[in-house]
Nanobody
């Protein structure tokens, strides 16, 4: 069992930055690959970024490449998503997820947090 709790969401203007974090508890954190997903109202949940158990490699959605950075600290059981140059289309609830494989497909993740809201105004 893994419990995930996101934090750090908020409201920023376009071009600004925000860092969302995910704290894990329960099973050994370093055994899990981690991902970030987001979901806007009326849209399906979409992949944002993922990171392997050891921290490398990382993968990103094309829409966030060069702007977002995923990282993890296995000693602290946390995974972060640094979001720079934010755009209004980045507005969504951001979720962290844990799974046994690195994937862009959300059903392949086994555990999910409840999400944190990120709002980007123009």
């Amino acid at each position: 069992q893994v419990q995930l709790v996101e934090s750090g969401g908020g409201s920023v203007q376009a071009g600004g930055s925000l860092r969302v974090s995910c704290a894990a508890s329960g099973d050994t954190f370093s055994n899990y690959h981690m991902g970030w997903f987001r979901q806007a109202p009326g849209k399906e949940r979409e992949f944002v970024a993922a990171i392997s158990r050891s921290g490398a490699p990382t993968i990103y959605a094309d829409s966030v490449k060069g702007r977002f950075t995923i990282s993890r600290d296995n000693a602290k059981n946390t995974v972060d998503l640094q979001m720079n140059s934010l755009k209004p289309e980045d507005t969504a609830v951001y979720y962290c997820a844990a799974g046994s494989i690195v994937t862009r497909v959300s059903p392949n993740y086994d555990y999910w947090g409840q999400g944190t809201q990120v709002t980007v105004s123009s």
